[in-house]
Each structure stands twice: as C-alpha cells, then as structure tokens.
C-alpha cells in the first residue's frame, strides 16, 4: 500500500504526532514525517517481535498513597482463576477526647462507602405513608438507588462482613503491599449486599421540612454493643485522648466478602467513614429528654489503610503460561491483569533493526510511523467482560515517560495507546513507538524491551500527567489475554512501520 506525501499533510493538518486513524487501507503517518519533502512515497510493512509474559507475583503496592480506589469483591473465571480483594484501614475520631453525656447510649452504628455507581440508571421509589422515629412523625421517605459500577458477573449477591483488626497497623506514611496480612477478630457488621447504592430524603408532611437526608452511598450496619463498650463508656479515659492511643485501642477494621466469585467494585477510600448514633439524658427546665446526637470516625486520611487482594490460580490457563515464559523466543498467549496480576514485555528483534537501519543508510529511509499491534485471543477471551481501555506503557528498568510522551506535550488527543473494536471479537490494541523507533534506528539508541501493565498513568485535574510512577494499576480490575508471539496466526503481535521514501 503506497501513496504520495498528500496523505502526510492531511493527516499532520488534523491532529500532531502519534495519533491512529481507524479505517483507512492507506499507510498512516505519524507528524514527525513532515521533515520529508513533497513528492515522497510512504510504504508500510510488518515485523514480527518477541512478547512474553511478565510475572508480578500477583502483588502490588496498595497503600494509601497507590489507592485512589479502594476494590472489593471477588470474581472468577476461567482464563485467570479467582481474584478477591480486601479492604483494611484504621480508624480515628473526627474529636478526640469525646464527651457523650448522662447515660449515653448507643442507638446504631453504621460504616458508610461511596462505591463508583452508574448515575443514568436511577431507580426511585417513594414512601407516601412513612413514619419516622420512636414519635411515628407522618412523612414522605424517597430512596434512589442506582447500580454500582461492576466487574465480573452483574448478577450477584455479595455478603459483605466487617471485622475488627487485632494487630497495630503502623504509623502515618506505612508501606503496604497487597498480599500484607493482619489478625482479625470481633465481626462488627455484615450485609447482603445486591449491587446498589442509595440516597434518601425524608420530609415532614405537616411543613415538608426535612427530617433525614443521606448521600449516596453503601451502609452496613455495625454492632451497637461494641460501640458502647468500646467508645462510649470509655468516655474519659486516655485511650480515645489522642491520636496515637486511640489507633492502638481500636486499631482498625477489616472489610471482606464471604464468596469467590461475583464481582469486583470499588469506593473511594478517602470520605469511607463509621457514623454512631446515640441517646443521652438533656435536662432542661427540669424536664429530661433523650435526643439522638451522633460522632463520627473517619477512615480516610491520614489513617493506614490498604487492599489486600488474593487469588485461587489452580488449573487456569495463566499458572502455566506464567510458569514456562519464555524472553528469548516468546509466549503464544499474552495473560495481562490488574492490581498486581500479569503483564507482558515485547522487544524488537536486533535483526529487524539491523535491517531497517540498512533501509535508512542506504534508501534513506525516513520513520513516519510505528505501532504495536496486538490482537486479544478470540478463542481464550471469547467474553462479554470489559476490556481495558488503556495500559501503561514504559520502557524496561524505566527512569520516565517513552520518548513518545515527553515529545507531545503540546498534543491534546495525543493517545500513547489506542484501542479498537472492544465490543468485538477480536479486539486489537496498538501502541505508538514512533519516536522510539526512529531514535534507534536514526540516532543509535539502545534497543530496550517494553513493559505494558494493565492500567493507565494518572492525570491531575489540569489533565497533565502527574509522573510515570504514577497510574491505576493497583485498583484496575480489568484483565485479557492477548495473541502473542505464533507464527502460526496471522493475527500474532507485530511492529508496523511506516516509512518514506523519495
């Protein structure tokens, strides 16, 4: 497939280096082709490389400062086996050194997530003859709920269990890893847990004033026996007077689900919060009342807190791919999954850089365009599951971004990774090495392996990337396999170059 440099100029006239275009039999360039002059002809031609499987040894970092989400749930299937994730965080008071007055007692205690939820799919049901509190007040209650964002099997019930943790988890700033272990002990709650999340608003019939409101989120009620021994009737005493006698009285909690298969969802661990209710006795002009007050006790900053996932991988496919990978020659199948599961690394052979550096020393050759093409497996990942839409993309032992990034600052639909037909089978994905490339072949760089990680880099809310270390892997839950290196399918991984020529 050959055309002229007019095809250069449309492109370069659209979007700046880098970009692929769907759809076109034609070769595609990338922007750093304007160097050749009018009148050059573009040609396209492929190259086999050599993928293999990486082994993350089915962890990763998930401390505070990795985890923007927090999974939890468990999922299983075929392909990668069983995959469950854990939740565990310290406590702390919103005050220290709580005063809960005469005779408090503890109503209910409730531990509240806000899970990532579909906002479009709202279900709203309305209670027009609805009684609030001990007094029976006439009200109207209103409940949405929408679904949570899931992944894996939508169509069930997770019994979700929250445990009390018996070992210090450390101080501020504690590295966590997602296969840390803790002792547990006393279940503080549990809940069947059906996949919404819901808000409510209560409103007075005689005024219409509001008498309860909460956002949308997930509660699971907690023991109020626990609370008051644990909090309530320690009023006073010097382990809830500060911060570093408090996370070692209550040290913090564990939440868990019961199955292993379902789904996997996840909440923002930074608002997750336990919220007490109580009574105590009000003297006021001689007359005694009970109001209902409540304390709060957040799990966010600056608490420890971590997931700890873990996996069943018995007779899945992926344990013997990841036992018999293969750096020199490659791996057939490609087994990539997030928060800690595998990757895989590719390198272009030193041959067929030799041979394109022939091309550009001797027909002068100009790189206008490289991409790495890789097909899912239509047999292996024949799923309705979602597919990745992103990876993060480095260079083997990186110290930064690829090339290809730091070059493209000023390019806004710049995509280092782009990814096509993922409601089809197969779907490909392809991965831009055009300024890698041509630093190899024109200028002599070293011709390194690259490393792709389910996941994407993270951006600050200016929309620019906040470092090369910095991305979702931890809490990505996505997961495919992938056509590796086979010779003996037409859809195997491949370089495709696009080159000028005068």
Request: negative net charge.
């Amino acid at each position: 497939m050959i055309s002229t440099i007019k095809n250069i100029t449309k492109i370069a006239s659209v979007i700046a280096f880098g970009s692929v275009f769907l759809y076109s039999c034609e070769p595609e360039a990338d922007n750093l082709g304007e160097q050749l002059f009018s009148g050059a002809q573009l040609n396209e031609e492929s190259f086999d490389i050599i993928a293999y499987n990486l082994n993350n040894n089915d962890t990763i970092r998930t401390d505070a400062s990795e985890l923007s989400l927090a999974p939890l749930g468990a999922f299983s299937e075929s392909a990668f086996g069983m995959q469950k994730a854990a939740y565990v965080s310290q406590v702390r008071p919103m005050e220290y050194d709580p005063v809960f007055g005469d005779n408090a007692v503890v109503d209910s205690a409730v531990l509240v997530i806000k899970p990532l939820y579909v906002p479009d799919s709202a279900t709203v049901t309305t209670d027009d003859n609805f009684l609030y509190s001990e007094q029976n007040i006439p009200a109207k209650k209103v409940v949405t709920s929408y679904p949570v964002v899931k992944y894996g099997k939508h169509n069930r019930d997770l019994t979700l269990r929250v445990h009390e943790v018996t070992d210090f988890l450390g101080g501020a700033g504690q590295i966590s890893f997602s296969d840390r272990t803790v002792a547990y002990g006393t279940e503080l709650g549990s809940r069947v847990f059906k996949g919404n999340v819901s808000s409510s608003v209560i409103t007075k019939d005689s005024d219409n004033t509001n008498l309860w409101t909460n956002d949308i989120s997930l509660r699971i009620p907690m023991s109020a026996s626990f609370f008051q021994q644990k909090i309530v009737d320690m009023e006073g005493s010097a382990e809830l007077k500060d911060a570093a006698s408090f996370i070692r009285h209550f040290r913090g909690v564990r939440i868990s689900v019961d199955e292993n298969d379902g789904y996997i969802f996840r909440f923002t661990p930074t608002n997750a919060e336990i919220i007490l209710y109580y009574k105590y006795d009000k003297v006021e002009n001689g007359t005694t009342t009970r109001p209902q007050l409540m304390k709060k006790f957040t799990l966010g900053d600056p608490n420890v807190r971590f997931g700890q996932y873990t996996y069943n991988r018995t007779d899945a496919p992926i344990s013997a791919a990841l036992a018999t990978t293969n750096p020199v020659s490659g791996d057939a199948r490609l087994f990539v999954q997030g928060m800690g599961g595998p990757g895989f690394g590719f390198r272009i052979p030193d041959a067929e850089i030799a041979a394109l550096k022939e091309k550009f020393s001797q027909d002068k050759i100009g790189i206008m365009g490289a991409k790495i093409r890789v097909y899912t497996d239509e047999t292996v990942w024949n799923n309705n599951y979602e597919k990745p839409t992103a990876f993060v993309f480095l260079q083997k032992d990186a110290t930064g971004f690829l090339p290809e990034v730091s070059a493209l600052t000023a390019a806004p639909n710049f995509s280092l990774v782009n990814a096509f037909d993922l409601k089809k089978n197969p779907a490909y994905y392809e991965f831009t090495v055009t300024k890698s490339l041509k630093d190899i072949v024109e200028a002599e760089a070293a011709n390194k392996d690259f490393v792709v990680n389910a996941g994407a880099f993270k951006s600050n809310e200016a929309n620019q990337l906040m470092g090369y270390k910095a991305d979702t892997r931890s809490f990505v839950p996505n997961r495919v396999v992938l056509v590796g290196t086979d010779a003996s399918r037409a859809n195997r991984i491949q370089l495709k170059v696009i080159y000028g020529t005068k």
